[in-house]
């Protein structure tokens, strides 16, 4: 056989025993079969068998600030009631340890698969742990887990949901007393305490829990996010198959947005989410029949939540009648400057407003405007919630948009839906649009565009080693541009470069096997509409130039590029 054939796998004791173990510990019958017959395969020699069972032996899933994530399987490295349970007793000691035993704790979940089941189990181990427990009665969005915790006093919430991940995935999220996802060193010492945690069959658990409805309340809340005289605003909306159409429809309504046109092959929750190949409102081709729909219906703005409505994208039609959906730095701004609009002027301490170091620095030109203050944080809204007393707005370009932080101390797309709805229909009154606005800010505090480009690498070492390099030798000019270095270890494993007009952060993703790298090029204010057209056929010109230096520099790096 040449030497470059590649071998089959082969079972090896320590994983065939590893196996039969998780099987002996596993509390669901259905997950025991499925990993027996994938072992049973393994020992028979099927090679893809072997492969499978070493994936999904792998783990464990790390319990990191956003949770867990992870496919629905059986196995060590997969979402399923057996690692559900040990996480939850790992929490449970977490919140012991922090002087929060019997507290209240808020379960809720979105409609993946495995979700109720999965809600369940965590719901009754920290019943047996004394915990008084309020589980959510249906699937919902993420916010309003979000929003229970603090309208109840809860000391934590669990959601069961992945978010826009795809569909074979679930995942658990943590909010602590504050209402907002927790931050280091908590995920530290919950995963210490779910590694010291027993096996899942040894993990008590009792009935007991309760109801708690506040979909009532929040809809009221977040109603009334909607300041505006204004109501005349036809509205087409998604909810990707997820779980937020419902509540966003009462909570227009409520607000006085009566004229809403929703995506019907999108709207009732769907596990296996058939008509998008990514439920990501960011993904190509994931808001085409929005878009159709509010073309068709003659809408003033598209809104498409992601499937537990924590984030929400704005579509809006083009001068010449094309429809386009906004960058998640485009709805930033016009959100931050509509919020800060309506704070009033008389109060005890200017209003903060805040985003990431890898969103458009626009906000803070617009924040100096209104006499506010501005913050970036690292990435994640865990961070943008605890971004400094007098948060009023914050978002990240990833869509995550917070416009009421004492509502929700967090992202939610359904109450950034209210206010955007108000802003349009604001405009509508005025014989202005959105793009009429974003026009505006530019002319006023000049032209930033954003740009991405991920360097798919699937060797974690490798992908380490090129941040290594690129730390010890950083570019001194990029598109022709000087840039001095800034390091954020040890708070953050993100490299920033900075010159006249050029911002580049390089960050290693959390969550995929990437290195994202984050562009911004900005012009100054142009100071007349006439000159505004030159000054982003300069900024783009810059950007193009910009990406193209890094694409170079980074050819052969990785196994692909993607925008």
């Not at 510990?25 to 079969?33: F, H, K, N, W």
């Not at 919140?95 to 507290?103: C, E, P, V």
């Not at 210490?192 to 040894?202: F, L, R, W, Y």
């Not at 708690?212 to 909810?239: C, I, W």
Request: hydrophobic share 45%; net charge negative; with cysteine.
């Amino acid at each position: 056989m040449p030497e470059s054939a590649e071998q089959p796998a082969r079972l090896t004791s320590d994983l065939r025993d590893a196996a039969y173990r998780w099987i002996a510990d596993d509390p669901e019958a259905g997950t025991r079969d499925e990993l027996q017959d994938v072992l049973a395969r393994a020992m028979g020699g099927e090679s893809a068998a072997v492969a499978d069972l070493e994936d999904r032996m792998s783990g464990p899933l790390s319990f990191g600030t956003a949770g867990l994530r992870g496919p629905v399987r059986a196995g060590a490295n997969g979402m399923n009631t057996a690692v559900v349970v040990r996480t939850t007793a790992g929490v449970a000691q977490w919140l012991t340890d922090s002087g929060h035993a019997g507290a209240l704790v808020v379960v809720g979940r979105d409609a993946r698969h495995g979700s109720d089941r999965f809600a369940v189990a965590a719901a009754e181990v920290l019943t047996a742990a004394g915990f008084a427990v309020s589980m959510l009665p249906a699937p919902l969005p993420t916010p309003l887990l979000a929003f229970a915790v603090g309208h109840l006093g809860a000391a934590a919430g669990i959601q069961i949901t992945a978010s826009h991940n795809p569909p074979a995935d679930n995942g658990y999220k943590l909010y602590d007393h504050t209402g907002a996802q927790i931050v280091p060193p908590a995920d530290r010492r919950i995963e210490a305490a779910i590694e010291a945690a027993p096996a899942a069959t040894a993990v008590p658990r009792a009935q007991g829990a309760t109801t708690v409805d506040v979909l009532d309340a929040y809809v009221r809340a977040a109603s009334a996010l909607a300041t505006g005289s204004a109501r005349d605003v036809r509205v087409a909306a998604t909810a990707l198959h997820g779980v937020g159409a419902d509540v966003l429809e009462a909570t227009l309504r409520q607000a006085g947005f009566t004229d809403i046109h929703l995506v019907e092959a999108q709207r009732a929750p769907d596990a296996d989410f058939p008509t998008v190949a990514f439920p990501n409102p960011e993904e190509p081709g994931a808001t085409d029949l929005l878009l159709e729909l509010a073309d068709e219906v003659g809408a003033d703005v598209a809104i498409a939540l992601d499937p537990d409505a924590d984030r929400c994208a704005l579509g809006v039609p083009g001068r010449d009648g094309t429809w386009r959906m906004l960058r998640g730095d485009d709805t930033g701004v016009l959100l931050g400057e509509h919020v800060l609009s309506a704070v009033p002027g008389e109060t005890p301490e200017s209003p903060l407003v805040a985003t990431t170091i890898v969103s458009s620095s626009m906000l803070e030109s617009i924040a100096a405007a209104h006499g506010a203050r501005y913050a970036e944080t690292l990435t994640g809204f865990k961070w943008l919630a605890r971004a400094g007393d007098g948060l009023v707005f914050a978002y990240e370009e990833a869509l995550g948009v917070c416009v009421a932080p004492e509502l929700v101390h967090d992202k939610d797309g359904i109450s950034a839906a209210v206010v955007a709805c108000d802003l349009v229909a604001t405009l509508k009154a005025q014989g202005r649009t959105p793009l009429d606005v974003l026009d505006e800010l530019a002319v006023r505090h000049g032209v930033y565009l954003t740009d991405q480009v991920s360097l798919r690498i699937t060797d974690l070492a490798a992908r380490a080693e090129l941040m290594a390099g690129l730390r010890a030798d950083p570019p001194s000019t990029l598109a022709g541009v000087e840039v001095a270095a800034e390091d954020l270890l040890p708070d953050a494993d993100v490299l920033r470069l900075r010159g006249d007009g050029v911002r580049v952060v390089f960050r290693p993703s959390g969550t995929e096997p990437k290195l994202k790298t984050y562009l911004e090029v900005t012009e100054p204010p142009p100071g007349e509409a006439g000159r505004l057209a030159e000054a982003r056929e300069r900024a783009g010109e810059r950007l193009a130039a910009l990406r193209a230096d890094l694409e170079r520099r980074f050819a052969g790096a990785g196994a692909g590029q993607a925008p």
